[in-house]
């Protein structure tokens, strides 16, 4: 199934979103659930406010209280073929996703309006357990254009471009548990903190 089949006529569908079904078999997806309940998740927080639905971060992380960009955990094992399918279907190499985001959504839990840091470029994203809807808008001189696309469980949908700069995106709130797994690669920015941060590393280094 393409995003094609997913929009109704006449909706709009924002350069740089793709999309795809069963990028995992139901048996992948039981045992990446079984891992993914092993992680250390905590409630999402944002300037002193915590929402239903709680984080890990491996590679690197945002900090929403602080506003700071940096390093965290490697990103375990059993996601890296993970990963690899991440990355093949964006058209970038594994090591270009240098962030993970696990997510655990309790039923009622959602995302509201929002792009992603700046410090992050692509981002690919994929559902586990119960189905959710992708909303996506954009703001136009008349309002906001919007659509929204249903996210299958052991779907992946990738944001690049348009999508990814122009327009933002957010997660409707559903009944049931519900996982994801989004990948990102870094942007000019994120880079930038990257190589600050090993010149940072190498000057601790020196006698």
């Known amino acids: ?22 990028i995992l078999s139901v048996r992948e997806e039981a045992a990446l659930i079984a891992d993914l309940e092993t992680v250390a998740v905590a409630p999402f ?20 209280d602080a506003a700071k960009f940096g390093e965290a955990p490697p990103i375990p094992d059993f996601l890296l073929p993970l990963r690899e399918r ?5 058209g970038l190499a594994p090591g270009q996703l240098a962030q993970a985001l696990v997510i655990r ?30 909303r996506l808008r954009r703001r136009t001189p008349g309002g906001f254009e919007r659509a929204a696309m249903p996210l299958a469980p052991r779907s992946i949908y990738h944001l690049s471009g348009p999508a990814r700069r122009e327009w933002e995106h957010g997660i409707a709130a559903h009944a049931a548990l519900r996982w994801s797994v989004t990948f990102r690669s ?11 941060r090993q010149v940072r590393s190498r000057g601790q280094l020196l006698p």
């Open 1 to 22: 199934m393409t995003q094609f089949d997913l929009f109704a006529r006449g909706d709009i569908i924002p350069v740089g979103l793709d999309y795809r079904d069963d």
């Open 186 to 196: 870094l942007s000019g920015r994120g880079k930038l903190s990257e190589t600050a």
């Open 105 to 134: 959504y309790d039923p009622g839990a959602g995302i509201g309006w929002h792009r992603d840091r700046p410090v992050f470029e692509h981002v690919a994203g994929i559902s586990l357990g119960a189905p959710a809807v992708l």
């Open 86 to 90: 991440a990355a093949a279907f964006a």
């Open 45 to 64: 927080r944002f300037q002193g406010w915590v929402g239903k639905r709680r984080t890990a971060s491996f590679g690197w992380r945002y900090d929403f």
